[in-house]
């Protein structure tokens, strides 16, 4: 705290207006691909979607979610958790978190499930979820459950889908 100055009868202040140069945006547009360049389907149209969340670790491990995803011909979706995170490639890749029309299958994938992931689910038919913690939200509303760690899950499963495929 100061001290109010003392009043300064016929001063003036001089008022000057800067020039101001304002830097480039701060956001450009580094890469943008088709969902079709991917060879999933439209997240927005799919009957299945496989998502992530913030248990990917990031967006270099989507790759795991997309492989499983071509096998069931699913779309790749993130959680807003994971795009949050920087996890989600929400501007790359296949991932987005669009909200599917109404998916007949949701495999939620590293995910806890908080209540607004949840209730985005609701509307599916079959929801499987695979999360290392038991007690995962997510397990709460899942038809169908693996307690387990996704990065060992996943492929797993791909190799069994593929194996019921080829018959």
Known sequence: MFKPA?????ATATVEK???T???AAMSL???REES????PELAEAEIVVSGGRGLKGPENFVILESLAKVIGAAVGASRAAVDAGGGRTASRSARRDAPSRPSSIWASASRGPSSTCAGMRTSKVICAINKDPEAPIFKI???GIVGDLFEVAPL???EF????EK
Not at 6 to 10: F, N
Not at 37 to 40: E, F, S, V
């Open 157 to 159: 499963l791909e190799k």
């Open 30 to 32: 580094v890469e943008r």
């Open 142 to 144: 899942a038809d169908y």
């Open 162 to 165: 593929k194996k019921l495929l």
């Open 18 to 20: 800067p020039a101001v």
């Open 37 to 40: 360049a991917t060879g999933l």
């Open 22 to 24: 304002l830097p480039a």
């Open 6 to 10: 003392d009043p300064q009868p016929g």
